[in-house]
């Protein structure tokens, strides 16, 4: 085998690697971004106004995280919850400032999606509790993004 | 039991299956929120639109008499020009909220020339051109998008080269010029649940303490926001109480001249 072959072998390799190591390694918040864009894209078309900014990081299996947002009576928000890690489950839930549930009862989970619809009765302080119920990987990232209407 | 309903209980049962898969298993009806005290996130400050959307819902807003259209004098200070940025997108979301074409586009260009000011125009070029191309077109859903996005990329940009604590000044700017405009139209025709939307106290201790991480900024506008923040927590943070006419008249009068001190030179 010439020099420029054996190069060619060992930088191949080395990109098959880097590939099969991809998800630990590069995967990150953007990712799990775009998968809660997915899941809040069909509210699009029933006027739902998306907002550009969101919220990630990453959980252990079992782990919650919560986001404190202020939520305007009169208004309708859907959150939306989503991980690039396919075979975890995750869940979104809010509760008022009381630690009351506060969300309609048209809330959904699939696997590495999930939504929560809520028609705020009182203007004020709310939590959104996100929680990575189940999941392959030692370390799971997510992203939550809302839209309102 | 016959097969006919024996089938039916079947499906009925694989049906509730099935949605019990889809929507997970139950969330508790309570939740200890003190127990949450070590992993919640900063508040979210939500977007002067969603204000806005939350009072035309109560009843006609003439948007028009609230657009602004002062060109606003020049700033060196960043921390002026931050607090200015987010005024300004604020005044594009009141400018959508009036149809008013001229005035988008004219804040589309000064977004871009502060955006400019403090370093962060290159990321803010594509939207300023997207403004004021769907301002033409008049597509204001597309507008609205494109000030989301500006502020959005501001706010990246600021972070990616640490300057947080001007990301901060953006989004302040913003939540008091919403402020200013909601209690200018909840003073005109006060209702219970305009007055309402003014219940914001956490957002509000959010920016006393973000304004008291900023000591390095010594300028008598960021002293003067911080006074009045005092001033309006007592006037919002009112519990299961309403938020009386003379309150939403007194927040009107605090943001009004914190607003005129922002756009103007000291």
Request: with cysteine; net charge negative.
């Amino acid at each position: 085998m010439n020099g420029f072959a054996k190069v060619l072998l060992r930088t191949s390799s080395l990109l098959l690697a880097l590939m099969a190591l991809r998800p630990a390694i590069f995967a990150s918040v953007d990712d799990a971004q775009s998968f809660a864009l997915q899941a809040a894209e069909p509210y699009v078309k029933q006027g739902f106004q998306v907002r550009e900014d969101y919220w990630g990081g990453d959980l252990g299996s079992g782990e919650k995280k919560a986001v404190r947002q202020q939520l305007f009576k009169g208004n309708e928000y859907w959150f939306w919850l989503g991980t690039e890690v396919d075979r975890a489950k995750v869940s979104v839930h809010v509760y008022d400032s009381d630690g009351k549930l506060a969300e309609e009862s048209d809330g959904w989970e699939k696997g590495h999606f999930a939504g929560a619809h809520v028609i705020p009765k009182a203007t004020g302080s709310y939590f959104i509790i996100v929680s990575v119920e189940e999941s392959p990987e030692e370390r799971t990232h997510w992203a939550l993004v809302y839209g309102f209407r | 039991m016959i097969p006919f309903t024996r089938h039916l209980k079947l499906s009925v049962g694989a049906l509730c299956g099935l949605a019990l898969c889809a929507n997970g298993a139950q969330a508790p009806q309570h939740i200890n929120i003190k127990q949450l005290s070590t992993t919640v996130e900063d508040v979210v400050v939500p977007l002067p639109n969603e204000i806005f959307g939350a009072l035309n819902k109560l009843g006609t807003v003439n948007w028009k008499e609230h657009v602004r259209s002062d060109k606003g004098p020049n700033f060196t200070e960043r921390p002026r020009i931050a607090l200015l940025l987010g005024t300004l997108i604020a005044d594009g979301f009141i400018a959508v909220q009036a149809e008013d074409t001229a005035a988008v586009k004219d804040i589309g260009q000064r977004v871009l020339t502060l955006a400019k000011g403090i370093g962060v125009g290159n990321s803010i070029t594509p939207h300023a051109k997207a403004i004021i191309d769907a301002a033409d077109k008049r597509k204001w859903e597309n507008v609205r998008q494109e000030l989301d996005r500006t502020q959005n990329s501001v706010q990246q940009a600021m972070n990616e080269v640490h300057d947080e604590k001007l990301s901060q000044l953006v989004s302040l700017g913003g939540w008091l010029r919403g402020t200013e405009v909601l209690t200018s139209v909840v003073k005109e025709h006060f209702s219970i649940d305009g007055a309402e939307l003014l219940h914001q106290p956490d957002l509000l201790s959010y920016f006393q303490t973000r304004l008291q991480a900023m000591p390095e900024f010594n300028l008598p506008i960021i002293r003067q926001i911080q006074d009045a923040l005092v001033e309006v927590k007592p006037l919002i943070d009112v519990g299961d109480r309403r938020i009386p006419a003379e309150s939403v008249k007194k927040v009107n009068e605090i943001t009004t001249r914190l607003g005129h001190g922002i756009v103007t030179r000291d």
